[in-house]
T-cell receptor, first 115, second 109 residues
């Protein structure tokens, strides 16, 4: 069974631009979570989707948004990029609904660099 | 909100046991996890424990949970150089996971 895939793996953008990252969960998994990982802030929870609905949201500005499609694939979008948005963005999928998060399987991440 | 804390670094000799510690604040956390991250990779779930358990053993890994002190530990027996990585403690409640900042484990030959 294929693991969680994220595209692209690496991305370089400039301040003010917007970016869209994609995540394909493990087949059959309906819950997808997004995290931002930086050396200074560690791993920060962005949001979680289940069956195309956002169930949980972390403490990030409205520039960060996401969505989930009917096939459980998810995208996150960051608008008006800032230098501080440079980070590794990790996606994780889970077979069970939010509230029963037994296991999360992480993708390799997308390394975003904002110049 | 929930806070999860870990020491940042641990160095051990190959063959020794490693113990990585974690403390958390939310007593209603239902699941507690240990993840491993190798350079350039995502997080790999190593093991987890339910909040109603005190201990879980899985081959070389032993997880101990002290709910009273809100303390979680991961013991790696017979640590190998391949165990060198960053280890994250995470707790979850109502579908939301909070991670510690990670402990970098260095295993010296």
């Amino acid at each position: 069974k294929a693991g969680v895939t994220q595209t692209p793996r690496y991305l370089i953008k400039t301040r003010g631009q917007q970016v869209t990252l994609s995540c394909s969960p493990i087949s059959g998994h309906r819950s997808v979570s997004w995290y931002q990982q930086t050396p200074g802030q560690g791993l920060q929870f962005l949001f979680e989707y289940f069956s195309e609905t956002q169930r949980n949201k972390g403490n990030f500005p409205g520039r960060f948004s996401g969505r989930q499609f009917s096939n459980s694939r998810s995208e996150m979008n960051v608008s008006t990029l800032e230098l501080g948005d440079s980070a590794l963005y990790l996606c994780a999928s889970s077979p069970v609904p939010p509230g029963n998060a037994l296991e999360q399987f992480f993708g390799p991440g997308t390394r975003l660099t904002v110049l | 909100g929930e806070d999860v804390e870990q020491s940042l670094f641990l160095s051990v000799r190959e063959g020794d046991s490693s113990v990585i510690n974690c403390t958390y604040t939310d007593s209603s956390s239902t699941y507690l996890y240990w993840y491993k991250q190798e350079p350039g990779a995502g997080l790999q779930l190593l093991t987890y424990i339910f909040s109603n358990m005190d201990m879980k053993q899985d081959q070389r890994l032993t997880v101990l949970l002290n709910k009273k002190d809100k303390h979680l530990s991961l013991r790696i027996a017979d640590t190998q150089t391949g165990d060198s990585a960053i280890y994250f403690c995470a707790v979850s409640n109502a579908g939301k996971s909070t991670f510690g900042d990670g402990t970098t484990l260095t295993v010296k030959p």
